[in-house]
């Protein structure tokens, strides 16, 4: 069964830093794009940053220049480096793949998978 499993959350000061991780696992053959959203309180999830199988990144305006996304398609990981946090990136944090199971190896077909979340909290 296919499953994104998020790590790296927690408190954090402003100003400081965290490493969060994704690891796509399971049975699959290929991975397309790969996202990470956030959802703070009270607010609609965000589309925060994308990378495509290539590499090319893309970012949201308001964590340019702060966050690095980067994946290993080897390995079915993506991080984000979110450096210089900020109290307005406190969300919950969730991965997310487009990615063909190895079932459907035979189609051109991608389904969206989401990991479960992991909170990140900036906070002095």
């Known amino acids: 069964q296919v499953q994104l499993v998020e790590s790296g959350g927690g408190l954090v000061q402003p100003g400081g830093s965290l490493r969060l991780s994704c690891a796509a696992t399971?049975?699959?053959?290929?991975?397309?794009?790969m996202y990470w959203y956030r959802q703070a309180p009270g607010k609609q999830r965000e589309l925060v940053a994308s990378i495509a199988p290539s590499g090319a990144p893309n970012y949201v305006d308001s964590v340019k220049d702060r966050f690095t996304i980067s994946r290993d398609n080897a390995k079915n990981t993506m991080t984000l480096q979110m450096n210089s946090l900020k109290s307005e990136d406190t969300a919950v944090y969730y991965c997310?793949?487009?990615?063909?199971?190895?079932?459907?190896?035979?189609?051109?077909?991608?389904?969206?998978?989401w990991g479960q979340g992991t909170q990140v909290t900036v906070s002095s």
């Open positions: 399971g049975s699959i053959f290929r991975i397309n794009m």
């Open positions: 997310n793949a487009d990615l063909t199971p190895t079932e459907y190896s035979g189609t051109n077909s991608f389904f969206r998978y």
